[in-house]
């Protein structure tokens, strides 16, 4: 009765899962990923009331842009088979009879290793920005960093204590 019960649930999982796969990417307006949105939102607050120059903002458009096409240029490199691939891979490591640890730490690792890649790339991006400000910009960017910094900290010592 367990197993039973188990195998239902591990193949409504693989099903469901393939399913919302398949609505995301059959979605015309989300075409994978959030387009960039939230990485190019958060680098705007970061640099928000430092008073930057025409000159700067035009070249921080171009920067954003520029990754913005480097991303697309890899998402786009990806092919159907890529993708098709993994998921055979995670819906055979679901409803295999026994877990296969070795081979669900292969397919962590692949995705942190693609995430790091994204993290990296972000981080140029960033130092690319953060040369292009003046010294007296580049203080006022450390002030506000620190001072978010120690608000994120609040914040975190105020939950723990709720608990």
């Given at each position: 009765?367990?197993?039973?019960?188990?195998?239902?649930?591990?193949?409504?999982?693989?099903?469901?899962?393939?399913?919302?796969?398949?609505?995301?990417?059959?979605?015309?307006?989300?075409?994978?990923?959030?387009?960039?949105?939230?990485?190019?939102?958060?680098?705007?607050?970061?640099?928000?009331?430092?008073?930057?120059?025409?000159?700067?903002?035009?070249?921080?458009?171009?920067?954003?842009?520029?990754?913005?096409?480097?991303?697309?240029?890899?998402?786009?490199?990806?092919?159907?088979?890529?993708?098709t691939a993994h998921h055979e891979q995670m819906?055979a490591l679901m409803s295999a009879a026994t877990f296969d640890?070795?081979?669900?730490?292969?397919?962590?690792?692949?995705?942190?290793?693609?995430?790091?890649?994204?993290?990296?790339?972000?981080?140029?991006?960033?130092?690319?920005?953060?040369?292009?400000?003046?010294?007296?910009?580049?203080?006022?960017?450390?002030?506000?960093?620190?001072?978010?910094?120690?608000?994120?900290?609040?914040?975190?010592?105020?939950?723990?204590?709720?608990?």
């Amino acid at each position: 009765m367990n197993k039973l019960m188990i195998k239902r649930g591990l193949i409504a999982l693989v099903a469901s899962s393939a399913l919302l796969g398949s609505v995301a990417m059959a979605n015309p307006h989300h075409e994978g990923g959030h387009e960039g949105r939230p990485m190019m939102d958060n680098m705007r607050h970061m640099f928000r009331g430092l008073d930057l120059t025409d000159e700067q903002k035009t070249q921080f458009r171009e920067l954003m842009k520029a990754h913005k096409d480097e991303r697309k240029a890899q998402r786009e490199g990806k092919d159907e088979a890529t993708r098709t691939a993994h998921h055979e891979q995670m819906k055979a490591l679901m409803s295999a009879a026994t877990f296969d640890e070795a081979a669900a730490k292969a397919l962590i690792a692949e995705r942190q290793a693609k995430g790091e890649a994204r993290a990296l790339e972000a981080m140029k991006l960033q130092h690319q920005m953060y040369q292009l400000l003046t010294p007296e910009q580049k203080a006022k960017f450390q002030a506000r960093f620190d001072e978010r910094k120690a608000d994120r900290e609040e914040r975190r010592k105020e939950r723990q204590e709720a608990f």
